[in-house]
């Protein structure tokens, strides 16, 4: 509707009339706004809800765009994850179906065997372990065969700096009568040994046997790691000249059953007062010699002198168990002038009350000891007043016999009977 207004100047009014007070002027609108009532109720809720948060409205929004951004960089995430697996899934179809193929067109079946992860040396993935320089002499008229170590090269490195503590082991197979070590040598992997082996064999038991080097990682306070194997049959070998040649090293054989099981044991001897201390810690891996696939093994430890025996110490026994613990000393007066021609003999065996105790392993140290045995010697004579310790490989009671040759005892001439 109009807006209707008062004239200032009503038509009855004289010109020449008093001025007076004219009544205020009032503005009538029709027209009503109803801007503010027709707002969403779902815009009002977002209103009310930021002005309930305290914060700034400007650090709101800039929250809210970074959760929106994050929220589409991990759906984009997913989605790229899923795209790649699905596209080698259809590679990995593609190539199945190409061998699949292939197999079919030809006369023989193929079929892909994924290898066990023991079994990954063998076949033609064989790993590198290095080659040896051997040489091989028979004396047929002393019945003697001498096995020369010459050197190594390329070995395969077992310790984490990347190299190994080299030494070799030889002995002749089956009867393994004596066993024989090269010296160690520190961080290398082309060692240069140039040592040599006499072994006592006839000519029939020549063509029967087999010579094994085994080069070994040496570990003073653990397993000694093996790098690997040289097995020679000496049955094909040409005896009219001496042999000498290089040959790789090959996986060691799963089928022979030479473990009799490790000790450790330290050696400590004081020169001024002639004191030798010998601590058997203890033995793991041993043989079970019980019915009961156990054992209740003790340690001996014997002393010789000039290739007779002197003295001898047992530790205890420890029942039904093939990794007894001792940690038990043994103390012998031995001066500095008998440290020379002395020999230590430590032997293991399993208790029986009812009958003869069985021999389980056996080892000795001293002047005619060789290998890691020798080692061992030479390390608590060079380093006196302070224990040695060191793990050791039981041998059979026949290698070690056969190697230390003990004389038989003789009786003082106070004591014979005339």
């Known amino acids: 509707m109009p807006t209707t207004r008062q004239s200032p100047h009503p038509s009855n009014a004289s010109p020449h009339a008093a001025p007076s007070l004219a009544p205020p002027i009032t503005i009538i609108s029709t027209t009503s706004s109803h801007t503010n009532t027709t707002l969403h109720p779902a815009a009002g809720f977002v209103n009310d809800l930021l002005d309930g948060i305290p914060l700034p409205r400007w650090l709101v929004y ?71 320089l051997y040489s091989l002499d028979y004396n047929a008229a002393q019945s003697e065969l001498t096995v020369g170590i ?50 006592q064999i006839t000519k029939s038991s020549l063509l029967k046997s087999s010579v094994v080097m085994q080069v070994f990682d040496f570990n003073r306070f653990s397993k000694h790691n093996i790098i690997g194997e040289i097995r020679v049959q000496l049955c094909n070998v040409d005896w009219n000249h001496v042999i000498e040649e290089w040959q790789d090293l090959e996986e060691p054989s799963k089928f022979e059953d030479g473990n009799l099981g490790e000790i450790c044991f330290s050696l400590r001897y004081v020169p001024t007062s002639g004191k030798l201390t010998v601590v058997i810690l203890e033995a793991k891996n041993l043989k079970c010699m019980d019915i009961g696939g156990s054992s209740d093994p003790y340690a001996k430890v014997q002393l010789t002198l000039d290739k007779r025996k002197w003295r001898k110490k ?39 009350a009812i009958s003869r105790n069985d021999a389980m392993g056996k080892i000795f140290l001293g002047c005619d000891a060789t290998g890691n045995q020798l080692r061992h010697w030479a390390d608590m004579l060079s380093n006196p007043r302070r224990p040695v310790a060191q793990w050791h490989n039981l041998l059979s009671a026949q290698q070690v016999n056969s190697t230390l040759t003990l004389k038989k005892k003789i009786p003082l001439s106070s004591k014979l009977p005339f």
Request: net charge positive.
């Open 314 to 352: 047992k530790t205890t026994v420890k029942k039904k168990t093939l990794s007894p613990y001792y940690n038990e000393s043994f103390t012998f007066d031995v001066t500095f002038e008998q440290i020379q021609r002395v020999n230590l003999v430590i032997s293991v065996w399993d208790h029986d």
């Open 150 to 199: 010459k050197q190594a090269n390329s070995l395969k490195a077992m310790d984490l700096g990347g190299s190994s503590d080299p030494y070799v082991k030889v002995y002749i197979s089956p009867d393994k009568a004596k066993t024989c070590e090269t010296k160690v040598f520190r961080n290398t992997l082309g060692p240069v040994f140039n040592e040599s082996f006499n072994y």
């Open 62 to 132: 800039i929250i809210f765009i970074l959760g929106v951004l994050l929220i589409l960089f991990c759906c984009v995430c997913v989605c790229y994850k899923c795209c790649c697996k699905s596209k080698k899934k259809k590679q990995q179809k593609k190539k199945d179906e190409k061998i699949n193929l292939d197999g079919v067109n030809g006369k023989t079946t193929s079929s892909l065997v994924q290898p066990d992860a023991n079994d990954v040396d063998y076949g033609s993935a064989k790993q590198y372990r290095g080659k040896l």
